[in-house]
């Protein structure tokens, strides 16, 4: 492992200093990467309130600064906006970001859940380092936007690549059934009806493919979204024996699931504001509500 994902929104600051405590061990020069976001903002003397998006400049640089305190480090390896701001343009929350990568707060500067149209406009201003959509067999819908990024040479992070356990290969329809009422994925469709069911025909097609390469129906689920080869910026010609077994893997997953009953072309990606997180995966899936940030 050589990066960690987190927020600051996530347990409204708590997880920052939980990856603070885990670094603590390690000198900057053998610690982790640290990647973290910005732009949800949570009332202290009301942490049961919904975090409200934000894009105001003289937040934002607030924010670098509380996270930069409880991650307990001079500089952010990765800042990324979590979601669009509520109010503020595009390009006006993104000349921020890329002044605080200039000031060396941070080291590089990316949008999260964001579109191609808010690509385009944040591009403008200046190089987007990268974009961290949700991805995955089921949830193809952020296509667009990674062809983008190959196009612009900008890095791609996705998130739920399982589908927020969907395809782990250990979900069953009992499991859905008795998902407690206060977790997110009983009332969401994927997880539901005739959506479900076609899902889990889906993982179900996957079971000889991991067979067939000795891996797990996850190991392939994840293989598939690394096989595009999405450039990240900088990064070697993939041509490694372990991306080749992904390119073979994923391609037998192609195949698979282009022949398997038919999942959403666009599975929802959240309603209206979202790294891997229950296992870092899929806690972006709904609103945030601040207690139960994964």
Same mark, same amino acid.
């Given at each position: ?26 000198? =900057? ?6 990647? %973290? ?5 949570? =009332? ?43 109010? @503020? ?5 993104? !000349? ?6 200039? @000031? ?18 944040? @591009?403008?201003?200046?190089?987007? =380092? ?13 296509? =667009? ?22 395809? %782990? ?16 994925? /009983?009332?969401? #469709?994927?997880?539901?009806? @005739? ?9 179900? #097609? ?9 891996? *797990?129906?996850? /190991? ?26 992904? !390119?073979? %893997?994923?391609?037998? #997953? !192609? ?8 999942? /959403?072309?666009?599975?929802?990606? !959240? ?8 296992? *870092? ?13 994964p």
């Amino acid at each position: 492992m050589n990066w960690i994902d987190t927020a600051a929104v996530y347990g409204l600051g708590h997880s920052e200093k939980v990856v603070a405590r885990a670094l603590a061990p390690y000198g =900057d020069a053998d610690r982790p990467y640290v990647f %973290t976001k910005c732009g949800l903002v949570w =009332d202290e003397n009301d942490r049961g309130v919904e975090p409200r998006r934000s894009g105001d400049p003289a937040s934002l640089r607030r924010e670098v600064e509380a996270s930069l305190r409880r991650l307990g480090t001079e500089r952010i390896d990765l800042y990324q906006m979590h979601w669009p701001a509520a109010a @503020e343009p595009v390009a006006e929350y993104w !000349r921020v970001l890329l002044d605080l990568k200039a @000031e060396g707060k941070v080291r590089a500067v990316g949008l999260s859940n964001h579109d191609r149209a808010q690509l385009d406009a944040a @591009e403008a201003v200046g190089h987007v =380092d990268s974009l961290q959509p949700p991805f995955s067999l089921i949830n193809r819908a952020a296509t =667009d936007e990674i062809g983008w990024c190959h196009a612009h040479h900008t890095g791609v992070i996705v998130y739920s690549p399982m589908q927020s356990g969907l395809l %782990t290969g250990a979900f069953t329809a009992q499991r859905a059934v008795a998902l407690p009422a206060d977790d997110w994925r /009983s009332r969401d #469709a994927e997880f539901t009806g @005739e959506q479900l069911h076609r899902n889990l025909a889906l993982v179900d #097609a996957l079971r000889p493919v991991a067979d067939r390469h000795n891996s *797990t129906v996850a /190991s392939i689920a994840v293989a598939w979204c690394l096989a595009g080869a999405w450039p990240t910026r900088g990064s070697p010609p993939r041509s490694s024996a372990l991306a080749a077994r992904a !390119r073979s %893997t994923a391609g037998s #997953a !192609r195949r698979t699931s282009n022949s398997a009953p038919p999942t /959403s072309p666009t599975s929802p990606t !959240r309603s209206t504001a979202p790294a891997p997180d229950t296992e *870092t995966e899929g806690g972006d899936h709904e609103p945030p509500r601040a207690p139960s940030w994964p």
